[in-house]
C-alpha cells in the first residue's frame, strides 16, 4: 500500500514536457498537481485529461509542490530551477542545465545548501543499452560516437547542435572515463540559422542536424574488445580481439519512465541521483570549452 505520494509539477509544456506529465500520471506512487505554460493553446484541456491544476505563472507554485520538472527553453533553466530550489522543491531539470557554467554551478550550490536534490535530464543514461555499455567498457582508450538527424524546421533550436545533441553524447563519455579533460578543439558549419549545425571535436564525437539520415551510435575499444552501441535499435555489438563476435538487443523500460521513476526515488531517499548537478556542469562545461576552440564555417556563398 502506498501511503505518500510525490507531489509534482511539469514546468513547461513542449513536447517533452507533455511526456513528463504523460509518464507522471501514470506513476503509482506521484501526484501529478499542476502543469505550467505560458503559451499553451490547451493548457486546460490537456491539465484536465490527467487531472492537474492548470497555470500560466510558475511562481504560483513555488513552496506548493515536492518536486518539479523543469522543461522550459534552456534560457530560462536556472530562473525556474533557482526559484523552486530556494523554496525546497527537488529538481529535474533538462539538458542543458543552463545556458552558462556560471548558472549551473550556482544550482548545484543551491541544492546542496538546501539539501535538495537536483537531477539532470540526460536521458540517454537511462536506456538499457547504455547502461550494459557502462558495465561491459570499463577502461575505455578509444570513443567514437555519431548523433546526427535531418533539419526539422518544426524542432525547437534555441541551442546550437552542441548543446542539443552533442551534449548527450559528451555526457556519457565523462560516464565513462570518469578523467579530466585535458584538450578540445572543434569545427562547425552553420547552414540553416546562426546556430551551429554540424560539430566534430578531437574527442570523435560528430553531431548534426543537416543529415540525409537519423543516426546515434558510439563505439568504445577497451584493451581487450571494440563494442559499438546503437543508440536507436538499441543493439550491442561486442567485437572481441580474441574471440567470436557477440550481437544482442537490450529491451527495458522506456527511457523517460526509468529517469523520472530514478528522480522520485531519490527524492524519497531511496536512490543517489545518476546524473547529479555536478555531472551536468562537468557535461556543460566540456560543451562551452569546445564552442570556445570551435572555428565556424559559413555555407558556400553562389556567385
Known sequence: MIHHK?????????????????????????????VVDVNSADLRGFAHRYKAEAFTDYRKLLG??????????TNLHFEVASA?????????VEKPMTATTAEAATLVELARRKNRVLLVGHVERFKPAVRRLAELARKPIFIQARRVRPYDRTRTMDVGVVMDLMIHDIDIVL???????????????????SQEDLAGC??????????ADKAAEIEVTTPDRVIRLDYLK?????????GEVEDMAIHGDEP??????HFINCVNGEEQPLVSGEDGLQA?????????????VAPPVRV
Open 64 to 73: 506548493q509542490v515536492d518536486a518539479v520538472s523543469v522543461v522550459v527553453p
Open 202 to 211: 578531437v574527442a570523435w564525437l560528430l553531431a548534426s542536424r543537416v543529415s
Open 256 to 261: 523517460l519512465l526509468a529517469e523520472l521513476r
Open 6 to 34: 510525490t507531489k509534482v509539477a511539469v514546468i513547461g509544456l513542449g513536447q517533452w514536457g507533455r511526456n513528463h506529465a504523460r509518464i507522471y500520471a501514470g506513476m503509482p506512487n506521484v501526484h501529478l498537481a499542476a
Open 84 to 92: 523552486f530550489l530556494e523554496t525546497e522543491s527537488h529538481v529535474l
Open 175 to 193: 560516464s565513462l572515463v570518469r578523467g579530466r579533460i585535458v584538450e578540445v578543439g572543434g569545427l562547425a558549419v552553420r547552414v540553416h540559422n
Open 284 to 296: 556543460l562545461e566540456v560543451a562551452h570549452r569546445l564552442l570556445q576552440r570551435m572555428s565556424t
Open 234 to 242: 538499441q543493439r550491442l555489438a561486442i567485437h572481441p580481439f580474441h
